[in-house]
């Protein structure tokens, strides 16, 4: 209120915390990666979380960084995205964005940045370790009989794999 001792709260976006404050021009925005609210007063802005980001100033809140992004930092002003091999799914509970993103488990992998989730190696093909961007393919002798193999198998003495990325036994 004009001529109190208390600081009126900047609207959210804004920050400045001047006793008898009565003129929303005289707050300061809050600089593109930080917001605040505009609830209580507030001498400067708070850097956005981890797992949270925002490209613009003057806002009141950020954003939860989507599945396939990260944010490791706080007050970042875009997600990360994450890299061949690695994946960030949607949490079961969204209180937050992700704030790091795992390496795709043997058997699985993500050609492509931004990843949502990991996919299995296909029939003839192997995932040996973790964090693949792409998978393998048996060598010539050797074949897998499942998607998602970690291991490719040798043929038995009734059979034999000519060609590699076999998924058959002739």
Known sequence: PPGSALPT????GRFGTEAGREL???CKLCAAGKYNN??????????????????????????????GQYADEEGLLACKSCARGQFAGTPAVQ????????GCEAGRYAEQTGSTMCLNCPLGKFGPSSGLQICPQCP???????EGSTACRTCTESGFAPNDAQTTCI
């Open 95 to 102: 209180t937050r964005g992700p704030i790091t993103c795992a």
């Open 9 to 12: 709260p900047c609207p959210g």
């Open 38 to 67: 505009g609830v209580v007063p507030a001498a400067s802005c708070s850097s956005c979380p981890l797992g949270f980001w925002q490209a613009s100033p003057a806002r009141s809140f950020c954003y939860f960084c989507l599945p």
């Open 24 to 26: 929303v021009a005289s």
């Open 140 to 146: 010539v002798g050797k074949l897998t009989d499942n």
